[in-house]
Nanobody, 120 residues
Framework: EVQLVESGGGSVQAGGSLRLSCAAS????????IAWFRRAPGKEREGLLC????????NYADAVKGRFTISSDNAKNTVYLQMNSLKPEDTAVYYC?????????????WGQGTQVTVSS
């Protein structure tokens, strides 16, 4: 069974930084993708960044380009989202998602989410 557990959310002032972690288990294939999404109040879920087990990355959202970075530690089965220069509009619940199908956007496995609140 695939399990994804996010951590690292919290409250921060605008301009600050946070690093989210996604601990994955049960992903046994040779290749898979893990992505970060977010859902802001009153808005649809938005894809942010994706990384494959082999280290390839994809940016889904121009709004975070240059500010957010995705990385992974395969030995720890953990994917990170480094968020810098945070803005109040980054306030959202952040989710990680995983799928063995590379290039898919409709991820099959989801974590429970972690809240990020950015105050002005």
């Amino acid at each position: 069974e695939v399990q994804l557990v996010e951590s690292g959310g919290g409250s921060v002032q605008a301009g600050g930084s946070l690093r989210l972690s996604c601990a994955a288990s049960g992903l046994n294939g040779d290749e898979y993708a893990i992505a970060w999404f977010r859902r802001a109040p009153g808005k649809e879920r938005e894809g942010l960044l994706c990384i494959t087990r082999s280290g390839g990355t994809t940016n889904y959202a121009d709004a975070v380009k240059g500010r957010f970075t995705i990385s992974s530690d395969n030995a720890k089965n953990t994917v990170y989202l480094q968020m810098n220069s945070l803005k109040p509009e980054d306030t959202a619940v952040y989710y990680c998602a995983a799928d063995p199908r590379l290039g898919a956007y409709d991820y099959n496995y989801w974590g429970q989410g972690t809240q990020v609140t950015v105050s002005s």
